[in-house]
């Protein structure tokens, strides 16, 4: 048996922060696990080096779940995203291990591909209607089958989801949390018209998606979902916050807008009513936040029953070790839906070299063994951990807004 002889936390700042965990066996074969949680890095970092390492040494590092089952009952106090994203790291590290001493990339353990590849979406996002229409007219012209569109709200300073780069985007803009401004009433206004715009110019052969960033109350989302139904958008994500889960209800009853959700969901539990009342078409929890890649499959599972898709979170918040991880997944799963692309600065690039590739709108993770993805630790050395929250939101007579 391959046993566990070391693990180790490396905290690197290639562009923006990443968690990562690398466990080494005694034969030497080593792994690798995204463990970043934006904007709370090191209480991960500090979860995993004082209470999960030191339980690791000596197992057998092929007894992923029952590794996955003692990190996760034994210690009692259970889920949150600070435990979940811990044990996902572990999860990830594990397969890649077992990937590797298979001499197999992960999808094949996983039951092999059930797709030629994994379609993915890419984020158009402007100031101005205009502006983030010709991003996407540009993503269109890569072979983008998906599009994200997002656009300013007038009258508004800033806009949360808005990036001032076409292509990379780091919502952990400063060492203290940004306050934005926010009028719902005028964002209401003007997504119609982006869709409008968005449609006249890219036509219907291209799948259109829009973040709503929780929001908006249930009323209001169905209000949205309704007056962008001529547009047939591919979703509507996060549309109002998801702890009170009947509030989806009352959007079903106003809209037949496809609902997506859960980037922010850390296990099965988050997202089993929503899923078995069919609240929603596409779960959107993730490997690194839901606990690995063996409970995000259980969650697949549980969707797949009630004919919802995946949709995994992708923003570059996830280092490449756990877009590759997600790749793997994406593959493997029958129901599987989209999965969100934001690309990495050419720097977070160089520290984790990978085998996954882009071409005409969709992704592959590649046929090395593992994960196929690995973490260049001298050149990690080189990028300092830099303090950065996200942005809140006020509405505009200064109330803190609840999204």
Avoid at 163 to 169: A, L, P, Q
Wanted: charged letters at 20%.
């Amino acid at each position: 048996m391959p046993k566990i002889v070391s693990a180790k936390v490396i905290i690197t700042s290639p562009g923006r922060n990443f968690v990562t965990l690398k466990i080494e066996c005694d034969d030497g074969t080593t792994g690798v696990g995204d463990a970043t949680l934006n904007g709370r890095e090191l209480s991960v970092a500090s979860y995993l080096t004082d209470h999960v390492i030191p339980c690791l040494i000596g197992r057998d590092a092929h007894r992923i779940e029952d590794i996955w089952q003692y990190l996760y009952k034994g210690a009692y106090w259970r889920r949150g995203p600070v435990t979940m994203s811990a044990i996902a790291a572990v999860d990830t590290a594990l397969w890649d291990i077992k990937g590797k001493l298979a001499g197999l990339p992960v999808y094949q353990l996983l039951g092999g591909a059930s797709r030629e590849s994994v379609m993915v979406y890419g984020h158009a996002n402007g100031t101005t209607i205009e502006d983030t229409v010709k991003v996407a007219l540009d993503y269109q012209a890569q072979g983008y089958k998906a599009i994200r569109i997002q656009c300013g709200v007038p009258g508004m300073a800033s806009t949360y989801g808005v990036s001032k780069d076409k292509y990379f985007y780091e919502p952990a803009d400063a060492d203290l949390p940004t306050e934005n401004v926010w009028n719902t009433s005028k964002y209401m206004r003007v997504v119609p018209e982006l869709f409008k715009a968005a449609r006249e110019a890219l036509g219907w052969d291209v799948h259109l998606l829009h973040d709503i960033h929780h929001r908006l109350t249930p009323i209001e989302a169905g209000r949205l979902g309704k007056d962008l139904e001529p547009y047939r958008p591919f979703w509507l994500e996060d549309a109002t916050p998801a702890e009170n889960q009947e509030a989806f209800k009352l959007i079903r009853q106003h809209t037949t807008t496809p609902l997506a959700v859960g980037e922010i969901f850390n296990s099965i539990w988050d997202a089993k009513d929503l899923i078995e009342n069919q609240l929603i078409d596409y779960i959107r929890a993730t490997v690194v936040h839901a606990g690995g890649i063996t409970h995000l499959r259980r969650i697949a599972a549980l969707a797949d029953m009630y004919q919802v898709k995946t949709g995994c979170h992708g923003a570059t918040d996830l280092s490449p070790v756990c877009m590759a991880a997600a790749l793997h997944f994406d593959l493997s799963v029958p129901n599987f839906g989209v999965q969100e692309y934001m690309r990495h600065t050419p720097e977070t690039d160089a520290v984790f070299p990978h085998a996954y590739t882009f071409a005409n709108g969709a992704m592959h993770p590649g046929e090395a063994p593992g994960l196929g993805v690995d973490i260049d630790e001298d050149l990690a050395k080189g990028y300092e951990y830099n303090r950065a929250f996200l942005p809140v939101n006020r509405l505009e007579d200064g109330t803190m807004f609840n999204w």
